[in-house]
């Protein structure tokens, strides 16, 4: 991995507001895959703070494989975000779909994430580095630890070193799973750069009962925090409602995340990586 000359010259973890992502600490990002309406939202948001989540997610355009899937609200989803977020003082992070949408971006949220499908689009990549913007790359589905790194590269070229690593699963010749979770990414990650690296179990399962037992198994591997897909009624979500966990049983997992965070903290453990 030759060509990574700027990721290994990132020294400190990356901290929004007096949030850090570092070994101290588990980041959860949780909330709807997407944005349905607003009084469901605002709720979730103020669920989470009550519980002390800062950071929600939900999606205001939504990318989907089927043209007659629900695809989002679109500006007006982003507008909803920036005023929930104005009354409860939640974090917003949100996916970009399209560079021409970046100026709202900047405007309404807090981290600007980078799906799948777009890891290697150059183009977005490079308008996110010229901003200052904490960006959440996701690894595609068919792509190597090398060229997801790579893509990091290219934000950082812009000079924006406010880069959030996020294993969400790639595609593989099993079908129990929507994706297989490639745990062995996160050790990787934090080898070769300190950058911060977040799992998102949701999309790599795409099941619900799955979902404990991976964000578990990522909180082990040194996972710096995760990203849960949440609903308030997951069978009626419009978007990926297999994958979504319910309020109820998010919290209860919150609770094992943090517990089992605070074990791995007592015990010196990932404190050298």
């Known amino acids: 991995m030759n060509d ?3 990721l290994t010259k990132i020294k400190k973890p990356l901290t929004i507001d007096n949030i850090t992502f570092d070994n101290n600490n588990l980041v959860v990002i949780a909330g709807p895959c997407a944005i349905e309406d607003y009084d469901s939202l605002f709720q979730m948001a103020t669920l989470l703070k009550e519980n002390g989540i800062h950071f929600m997610r939900a999606g205001a355009y939504k990318p989907r494989t089927s043209p007659y899937s629900f695809q989002g609200l679109g500006e007006q989803g982003l507008k909803m975000l920036a005023n929930i977020k104005e009354k409860t003082k939640i974090k917003i992070v949100t996916e970009i779909t ?6 709202l971006y900047l405007d309404y949220v807090d981290i600007i994430q980078v799906g ?3 890891m290697q689009n150059f183009s977005l990549l490079k308008a996110l580095g010229k901003t200052n913007k904490p960006i959440l790359l996701k690894r595609g589905f068919g792509n190597t630890i090398e060229e997801w790194l790579l ?3 290219y934000i ?3 000079g924006n070193q406010n880069i959030i690593m996020c294993e969400r699963g790639i595609k593989s010749f099993e ?3 929507r994706n297989t979770l490639d745990i062995s990414s996160v050790p990787i990650i934090k080898q070769l750069t300190a950058l911060p690296v977040i799992v998102d179990p949701s999309h790599a399962a795409g099941r619900s009962d799955l979902i404990a037992s991976l964000s ?3 909180v082990a591997a040194g996972a710096n925090g995760l990203l849960i897909e949440v609903h308030p009624n997951p069978r009626e979500a419009l978007s990926d409602k297999e994958q979504a966990l319910g309020t109820n049983e998010f919290l ?3 609770n094992q995340l943090q517990g089992l965070k605070s074990y791995l903290n007592a015990n010196n453990i990932h404190n050298n990586f």
């Open 4 to 6: 990574l000359k700027l």
């Open 98 to 103: 399209d560079i021409s949408d970046l100026p």
């Open 116 to 118: 799948a499908r777009n």
């Open 151 to 153: 893509a990091a590269e």
């Open 156 to 158: 950082l070229l812009g």
């Open 175 to 177: 079908t129990s799973t």
């Open 216 to 218: 578990l198994a990522a």
């Open 252 to 254: 209860q997992l919150n």
